[in-house]
């Protein structure tokens, strides 16, 4: 992971942002990279060509710039499970330290943070 602070915690607007994004996504997958500064998650960014269906959501890395902020992914489980699949475990082994997982209702309780392999992260939400 470039990002050499641990991330610690979210932006409450920003958790805001993704659990919208993922409740105008469903019944599809919502999926997005994840930016922090000073080990805070502080931005999403929106990959282009990112194709997102019912049981996945499928990112061209190949399209992000160079970034030292991007930490990792978020995306959506439209089931309502927020633990990780097998493919998101091959995911997290490939790309950034960090990852969220919003599941259906998509509130503020159902989302969890994931680092490889398959470890739960707490993390804070900051105003």
Do not use: C
């Not at 470039?2 to 932006?11: G, Q």
């Not at 633990?83 to 989302?111: C, M, N, Q, R």
């Amino acid at each position: 992971m470039p990002f050499n602070k641990p991330v610690r915690a979210i932006r409450r607007k920003v958790l805001r942002m993704i659990l919208e994004a993922s409740r105008d996504m469903y019944p599809r997958e919502f999926g997005a990279i994840l930016r922090a500064e000073e080990g805070v998650i502080t931005e999403i960014l929106l990959v282009p060509g990112t194709v997102s269906g019912n049981r996945h959501a499928i990112f061209q890395l190949h399209m992000l710039p160079a970034d030292f902020t991007v930490v990792g992914t978020v995306h959506s489980h439209p089931s309502g499970n927020f633990h990780p699949s097998d493919e998101d475990l091959a995911l997290f082994g490939k790309f950034g330290g960090l990852h969220l997982i919003v599941g259906y209702p998509y509130d503020e309780t159902t989302w969890a943070a994931w680092k490889y392999p398959g470890e739960r992260l707490d993390l804070q939400i900051l105003p």
